[in-house]
């Protein structure tokens, strides 16, 4: 069976990121990020609660769809260069 990184790419099975999550560095980051959100969402009472949590998917949402375009916008001019390199005059 032929592994095809455009297939995977296009069906959302491969990600660039869960490249950036196996670092130590992004796991160590992660872990105080979260503890830091536990502890203040525990000051909060219900209703503040609430529109925290609101506020933190939001933030997730436009993460995401930065991510996503950052991605494009890169696999777009990697394209592009790969043209131009394949289309170069020998």
Request: charged share 20%; glycine share 2%; with cysteine.
């Amino acid at each position: 069976m032929n592994y095809s990184v455009i297939d995977e790419l296009y069906y959302e099975n491969l990600s660039p990121i869960h490249l950036l999550q196996n670092s130590k560095e992004y796991q160590q980051l992660s872990t105080r990020h979260a503890d830091a959100i536990d502890l203040f969402q525990q000051s909060l009472d219900e209703s503040q609660a609430k529109q925290f949590e609101a506020l933190l998917q939001q933030s997730l949402d436009i993460t995401s769809s930065e991510t996503k375009a950052y991605f494009h916008a890169g696999f777009c001019m990697g394209a592009r260069i790969m043209q131009e390199v394949t289309d170069f005059p020998s």
